[in-house]
């Protein structure tokens, strides 16, 4: 019982998920519990958190406490900085990322068939949701990018595997397309150029797709 006290307090005050060997190494050197024991103190605290607001969930990063999805939109209510939009162009670019990596700025350019300007590829970097993962046997070495444990992080998964697969994506495109019918018809007409360019862009990423790897 005192183990499972102290990993859940080290999980709640810890600003960032917590592994288990990361768990382990919080505790003194001759106080260290197994693995195994700590992974059980985490499956009794998820179990007593099944029916509370607040949730332990596993992320990439490791474990985390985090308000239950349904109950969201209540509590951001709470901050008053709104969370940052973010343009179409990055939004394709960090999706060909995420199901073609991993891929060069022109193998991006050519998906998209527009330049890919720098600051998009700037602000993934500095958001931490890609990195450079390697060079590209090909001249100049260009980069290759690939996403990190903090974008899964941040949309909330575990490994690429959870992400939406492309048809699901291409799915909600058609329906989200059907709600446009009761605009006006200038309206709708943009809406649905606009919605079949992403079908196209999603159509381009599935092409020749290989396996996706965790990062």
Not at 13 to 35: G, Y
Not at 62 to 81: D, M
């Amino acid at each position: 019982m005192e183990i499972k006290r102290i990993v859940e307090a080290i999980i709640f005050a810890a600003n960032r998920p917590m592994t288990v060997k990361q768990i382990q190494q919080v505790f003194p050197e001759i106080e260290q519990p197994e693995t195994i024991e700590i992974l059980g103190a985490i499956e009794s605290i998820t179990e007593d958190y099944r029916d509370r607001p607040i949730e332990l969930k596993r992320v990439a990063s490791g474990y985390r406490f985090q308000v239950r999805q349904e109950l969201s939109r209540w509590v951001s209510r709470l901050f008053e900085e709104k969370p940052p939009r973010y343009s179409r162009a990055l939004l394709e670019t960090l999706s060909i990322i995420a199901y073609r990596q991993p891929v060069t700025r022109g193998d991006i350019e050519d998906i998209r068939g527009v330049s890919v300007s720098t600051s998009i590829i700037q602000t993934l970097l500095e958001r931490e949701w890609v990195k450079v993962v390697a060079q590209k046997e090909a001249p100049g070495r260009p980069n290759l990018y690939g996403t990190t444990k903090q974008f899964l992080d941040y949309f909330n998964v575990t490994t690429l595997n959870d992400l939406p697969s492309l048809q699901e994506i291409q799915d909600l495109d058609l329906a989200l397309d059907n709600t446009q019918h009761t605009l006006q018809a200038e309206s709708e007409e943009q809406e649905t150029d606009e919605q079949d360019e992403l079908t196209q862009t999603f159509t381009r990423i599935s092409e020749g797709r290989g396996e996706t790897t965790a990062v």
